[in-house]
């Protein structure tokens, strides 16, 4: 049971470039969620989808997409990447609240 | 808005000593709550969660919390803090839209 799977877990991005990572859940959970987590800031939501085919904003949306074609796999998308969006990303997937982490990926923006 | 927080970035205390993080809801329901760990370079692992009932929670590695309403409060503790339990300590919780918010964080450093 792999639980939660990012990837990639490193990347180097230069300013513009365009970049998806992806998570994966085998949990079945309904409930998937992108988080971002810079030093002093705790882990704030980006994005969320509460099922397949949906998915919602969170409290720092801009200069991200994401999309949840497959109830198991929630894509997040930087289609312009800025050194802002320097930061370690975590997905996360649910069930009635309890959320199941994968190990994160460092995305550096140069 | 509905939140958490965490009015302490860094606590350190002394190893065999009690520790108190301290965590603030705002939420208009009963929201489920949930404490969370993070060592350094891992993702969050949970510690305990209340959805309801019982206000005192127990947990993993021998942390408790305590719902109190009246206060607005879901504080974690544990009675003789080891020095393994130093890391980052989060306060979550799910509104009525499913969406799982997190805390600022709070820093527990150990002395020995």
């Known amino acids: 049971n792999a639980g939660v799977t990012q990837t990639p877990k490193f990347r180097v991005l230069k300013t513009g470039q365009s970049m998806t990572l992806l998570c994966a859940q085998d949990m079945n959970h309904e409930y998937m969620y992108w988080y971002r987590q810079d030093p002093g800031m705790g882990l704030r939501l980006i994005h969320y989808s509460v099922g397949e085919g949906t998915t919602a904003k969170g409290e720092v949306p801009d200069g991200y997409n994401v999309s949840r074609l497959k109830k198991q796999n929630f ?24 959320a199941f982490f994968g190990q994160g990926t460092r995305l550096t923006v140069v | 808005a509905q939140s958490v927080t965490q009015p302490d970035i860094h606590i350190t205390v002394s190893e065999g000593a009690s520790l ?22 891992q993702g969050l692992q949970l510690l305990l969660k209340y959805f309801s009932g019982d206000t005192l929670v127990q947990g993993i590695k021998g942390f408790e919390a305590e719902f109190k309403r009246s206060q607005s409060s879901f504080n974690l503790r544990k009675p003789s803090v080891h020095w393994s339990d130093a890391a980052e300590y989060f306060c979550a919780g799910v509104n009525a839209g499913n969406m799982l918010t997190f805390g600022g964080g709070t820093r527990l450093m150990v002395k020995p």
């Open chain 1, 75 to 98: 894509l997040l998308g930087l289609e312009s990447a800025a050194p802002s969006q320097t930061s370690v990303y975590f997905c996360a997937s649910s069930r009635q609240g309890e």
């Open chain 2, 20 to 41: 108190e993080l301290r965590c603030n809801y705002s939420y208009g329901a009963t929201p489920y709550l949930f404490w969370y760990v993070q060592s350094p370079g």
